[in-house]
Each structure stands twice: as structure tokens, then as C-alpha cells.
């Protein structure tokens, strides 16, 4: 499995217009990235930080 690369949902909202979106990027492509809102076409975005919820098999 080389080669792979992780990717991870970024969830977004525009100050402009407020619309709310999300992306798959990878850790890189985050980083380097210049985020625009697909409704508005702004970059006054900001990136939303979502709980999550984890769920194993093993005993804590």
C-alpha cells in the first residue's frame, strides 16, 4: 500500500455570505492551500471545528 495518501474532511464557513462547506484534502494540500467559498467566491473563509465521536473494540 505505498503510495496512499490521507485525506481528511475540512469543514469551512464564509464570512461573506455565511455558507457552510467542506473538502477533502490531504494534510499538504491543507496547508498550502487558499480556501474560497463556492457560493460567493470569497476567501474570507474560516475553518470550523466539528466534534467527533470514536468508537473501538477494545476495553479502556
Known sequence: MTG??????YEYHCSACGHEFDRFMSLAEHERARV???ECKS???????TPFYAKT???S
Open 43 to 49: 476567501t474570507t473563509v474560516e475553518r470550523v471545528f
Open 36 to 38: 474560497t467559498c463556492p
Open 4 to 9: 496512499d495518501i490521507a485525506v481528511a474532511l
Open 57 to 59: 473494540v477494545r476495553k
